[in-house]
């Protein structure tokens, strides 16, 4: 079959080949891939960023989000059949989403939302379980909180907000002028557009920061916790709790630790706290979230649908900065949008 493979960490290492089709475990559904998109977790991972505790072995195939057909299920499968429509935040070392086939784990998969095509549901697993595994297991936002979501027009931050507003809270988000109407429209409360304004300067007493940006951004996002108040940076910089996760070696989490002491020792002064977070794989929550997609409590935004023979220009794309609001998914299907 045909796939986009990292057959060496760095920029230039991913190309396409032709690599055998998967095979099948016990405990395994094979997807017959309909699209796919890209996050930015596929350039760190692509450049090695995570390889000390993700030990892939190359060659393998990239990819983190997939949508499409079941063609074949596992002995021991038993919720899910051939031919059963369905999407998937594969979990970590079992990614392959670049590719026209994949194997995956029966607790990683869901059924596709029957009110998105599959381009839309391949836009969703990766955003929508983080933002569920922030905002409800890891903040439990109730109503009535303040909640501020950093880059509000992205994939993540797109979702976030339509979330938070599901669970009640008053929602905040920093974006700049060309998409300040699709936030609003997602439900942001307030919008500011960080070309004009210094988000720091114009916020107070929030609950819980999501942030996607890491550096002077999540430094600055403390200070507009309330007392007791949390931020949580998905760029960055990760602690201990993330060595925890990966079951990594107890001196991998000193290092975390070491490389998050800064801004944790600035959260302890102001009285606030700062958590990495990396997103879990999870089919269960898929199922939750494909409920709420139905009801229309949630939608995709997507930026631009590229063909699978296109998947470097569409990494590319995404790398230089192209993409207005949202995520940029590959299509197995003739033609682009």
Same mark, same amino acid.
């Given at each position: 079959?045909?796939?986009?493979?990292?057959?060496?960490? +760095?920029?230039?290492?991913?190309?396409?080949?032709? *690599? !055998?089709?998967? $095979? %099948? @475990? &016990?405990?395994?559904?094979?997807?017959?891939?309909?699209?796919?998109?890209?996050?930015?977790?596929?350039?760190?991972?692509?450049?090695?960023?995570?390889?000390?505790?993700?030990?892939?072995?190359?060659?393998?195939?990239?990819?983190?989000?997939?949508? +499409?057909?079941?063609?074949?299920?596992?002995?021991? *499968? !038993?919720?899910? $059949? %051939? @031919? &059963?429509?369905?999407?998937?935040?594969?979990?970590?070392?079992?990614?392959?989403?670049?590719?026209?086939?994949?194997?995956?784990?029966?607790?990683?998969?869901?059924?596709?939302?029957?009110?998105?095509?599959?381009?839309?549901?391949?836009?969703?697993?990766?955003?929508?379980?983080?933002?569920?595994?922030?905002?409800?297991?890891?903040?439990?936002?109730?109503?009535?909180?303040?909640?501020?979501?950093?880059?509000?027009?992205?994939?993540?931050?797109?979702?976030?907000?339509?979330?938070?507003?599901?669970?009640?809270?008053?929602?905040?988000?920093?974006?700049?002028?060309?998409?300040?109407?699709?936030?609003?429209?997602?439900?942001?409360?307030?919008?500011?557009?960080?070309?004009?304004?210094?988000?720091?300067?114009?916020?107070?007493?929030?609950?819980?920061?999501?942030?996607?940006?890491?550096?002077?951004?999540?430094?600055?996002?403390?200070?507009?916790?309330?007392?007791?108040?949390?931020?949580?940076?998905?760029?960055?910089?990760?602690?201990?709790?993330?060595?925890?996760?990966?079951?990594?070696?107890?001196?991998?989490?000193?290092?975390?630790?070491?490389?998050?002491?800064?801004?944790?020792?600035?959260?302890?002064?102001?009285?606030?706290?700062?958590?990495?977070?990396?997103?879990?794989?999870?089919?269960?929550?898929?199922?939750?979230?494909?409920?709420?997609?139905?009801?229309?409590?949630?939608?995709?935004?997507?930026?631009?649908?590229?063909?699978?023979?296109?998947?470097?220009?569409?990494?590319?794309?995404?790398?230089?900065?192209?993409?207005?609001?949202?995520?940029?998914?590959?299509?197995?299907?003739?033609?682009?949008?």
């Amino acid at each position: 079959m045909k796939a986009f493979v990292v057959e060496k960490y +760095g920029r230039d290492g991913l190309r396409a080949t032709d *690599v !055998r089709e998967p $095979t %099948v @475990g &016990d405990g395994d559904v094979l997807v017959r891939v309909s699209a796919a998109s890209i996050n930015p977790l596929d350039k760190m991972v692509r450049n090695g960023e995570f390889k000390r505790l993700l030990k892939y072995r190359l060659p393998f195939v990239l990819g983190h989000d997939v949508a +499409g057909i079941v063609t074949q299920v596992g002995s021991a *499968v !038993r919720d899910l $059949t %051939v @031919g &059963d429509e369905v999407y998937a935040r594969p979990r970590d070392l079992r990614i392959g989403g670049f590719a026209e086939f994949i194997a995956i784990d029966q607790d990683d998969v869901a059924p596709k939302p029957q009110s998105l095509t599959p381009r839309e549901a391949a836009a969703v697993p990766l955003v929508a379980l983080a933002a569920w595994q922030i905002l409800v297991d890891r903040a439990h936002v109730m109503p009535g909180q303040k909640v501020l979501i950093h880059a509000g027009a992205g994939g993540l931050g797109s979702t976030a907000i339509q979330l938070a507003k599901h669970l009640g809270a008053t929602v905040a988000t920093t974006t700049n002028t060309r998409t300040e109407k699709l936030v609003r429209s997602l439900g942001a409360d307030i919008v500011v557009d960080y070309t004009k304004e210094d988000f720091s300067k114009v916020l107070s007493g929030y609950d819980l920061v999501l942030d996607s940006l890491g550096g002077a951004n999540l430094e600055k996002s403390l200070t507009v916790l309330k007392p007791g108040g949390l931020a949580i940076g998905v760029a960055g910089p990760p602690d201990a709790g993330f060595a925890r996760q990966l079951d990594a070696p107890s001196f991998m989490g000193m290092a975390m630790n070491a490389l998050s002491r800064k801004v944790r020792k600035q959260a302890k002064a102001l009285g606030v706290r700062y958590e990495f977070f990396f997103m879990q794989a999870s089919g269960a929550q898929l199922r939750e979230l494909g409920a709420l997609y139905d009801s229309g409590r949630l939608r995709p935004v997507i930026d631009r649908t590229f063909p699978f023979d296109q998947t470097l220009e569409a990494m590319a794309y995404v790398e230089q900065g192209r993409t207005t609001a949202g995520k940029v998914v590959i299509s197995m299907a003739p033609g682009s949008d």
